[in-house]
């Protein structure tokens, strides 16, 4: 018979798991594996909450194994260290994000591109080699393999540095890739919310003009006072829309839910590039007159690899660049995923583990 997830390691663990599609996380026991001789051990400080595990709590993508204890925007300290482990000494501030394994030998994982691997793993819902299940970062401690663990700029604060590990790389990785860097260009992002807020940031930091295109016009004065946008664009105001046409170089597309993509693809100029990020659970339906007639492009990204992720960290680091967050105890975690739903976040729930995660 299997062990129960509390039995199958030597090392017990604490979190919080959705154990149904209702997606309502509650108290959950596990363990974890012992520290092998390439792996840190890691008690988490901080979690930021992503979209992707709401989606993921509420099984909207259909894969969704339970228990699941979600999380992959980890931040904690080393305390132990196997005997092969040369990054890492115990006591330093590391951070996990989206994998914690690939196969090490294929074309991405030789070019630093774990992230396309065909034998990726991800934090959280997924299986490890030995065929045990992954928990995530709603939870008190992880193991992870060092060449998937990212050092932790000493000047980034671990709680709003955290939504970095993915919100951050995921929004970075296709700008540099697509060649969304030129200063002066003009960038749109798609959603305000947290991969949308942190492509605001970066975009400035890259010397972009950057506007807003949000369905939620109570966010129009952070956007720009704040986050330091130009503009702001509602979505849902055809005059406006109208008015903006033909003038970005670049759309980032964080949206969530399902969306048009007319509109984005008309906001572009000629030759411009709509790059979507957003996981909706339904397939968007992709308008082929605007793509032809404007030679546009539509392109997609998955996260980063861990080289990318690292220097992503510190260019934020070196920009002063963090998340905009609201910070909350693990047992307002649910509460938490209610407004995440509702776009009610400004701008990425971080759970204060260490401070609130008590058996
Ligand atoms: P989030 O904080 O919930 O932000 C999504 C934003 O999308 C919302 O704030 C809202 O912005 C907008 N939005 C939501 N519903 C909408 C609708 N029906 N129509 C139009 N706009 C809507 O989510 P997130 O954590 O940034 O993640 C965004 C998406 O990216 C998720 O699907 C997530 O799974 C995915 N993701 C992908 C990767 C990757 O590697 N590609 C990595 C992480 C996350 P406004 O209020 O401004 O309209
Ligand atoms: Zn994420």
């Known amino acids: 018979m299997a062990k129960s997830p509390e039995e199958e390691h030597p090392h017990k663990a604490f979190g919080w798991a959705a154990r149904d599609s209702s997606g309502v996380l509650s108290p959950f026991h596990f363990s974890r594996r012992e520290t092998g001789d390439d792996d840190v051990t890691i ?4 979690c930021g909450v992503c979209h992707s595990d709401l989606h993921t709590v509420k099984n909207e993508w259909g894969f969704t194994g339970y228990p699941v204890v979600p999380g992959h925007e980890i931040v904690g300290t080393v ?12 006591g330093e501030r590391v951070g996990v994000g989206v994998l914690v394994g690939s196969c090490k030998t294929c074309e991405s994982c030789q070019q630093d591109l774990e992230n396309y691997c065909p034998q990726l793993i ?8 030995d065929g045990t299940r992954n928990y995530g970062g709603y939870s008190d401690t992880v193991v992870v393999d060092e060449r998937y663990v990212l050092r932790f700029p000493d000047n980034l604060p671990s709680d709003s540095g955290a939504p970095l590990l993915c919100a951050g790389i995921t929004v970075y990785s296709p700008m540099k890739y697509y060649g969304m860097t030129e200063p002066g260009k003009h960038l749109g992002v798609a959603g305000l919310g947290g991969l949308g ?4 940031k970066i975009g400035k930091a890259f010397g972009l003009k950057v506007t807003v295109i949000s369905t939620s016009p109570n966010k129009e004065d952070e956007a720009i006072n704040r986050l330091g946008a130009d503009s702001f664009l509602v979505s849902t105001d055809p005059a406006k829309l109208k008015a903006a046409m033909g003038t970005l170089d670049y759309i980032i597309d964080t949206v969530s839910a399902v969306h ?3 509109p984005l693809l008309g906001l572009l100029k000629v030759n411009g590039k709509l790059i979507t990020l957003g996981l909706p659970e339904k397939p968007l339906e992709l308008p082929i007159f605007p793509l032809v007639l404007g030679r546009k492009l539509v392109g997609g990204s998955d996260v980063g690899g861990i080289k990318e992720t690292q220097e992503m960290l510190d260019f934020c680091a070196k920009h002063g660049i963090t998340s905009d967050i609201e910070l909350i105890k693990m047992e307002d975690i649910n509460t938490a995923m209610e407004r995440l739903a509702k776009s009610d976040v400004k701008y990425r729930f971080v759970i204060d583990v260490a401070n609130s995660l008590s058996q």
Not at 43 to 46: C, E, F, P, Q, R
Not at 79 to 90: D, E, H, L, R
Request: hydrophobic share 40%; glycine share 4%; aromatic share 16%.
């Open 43 to 46: 008690k988490i400080l901080y």
């Open 79 to 90: 305390t132990k260290a196997g005997k092969n482990v040369k990054k890492f000494k115990v």
């Open 122 to 129: 991800f934090t959280y819902n997924s299986h490890s080699q």
């Open 197 to 200: 807020h942190v492509a605001v």
């Open 260 to 262: 048009p993509l007319f």
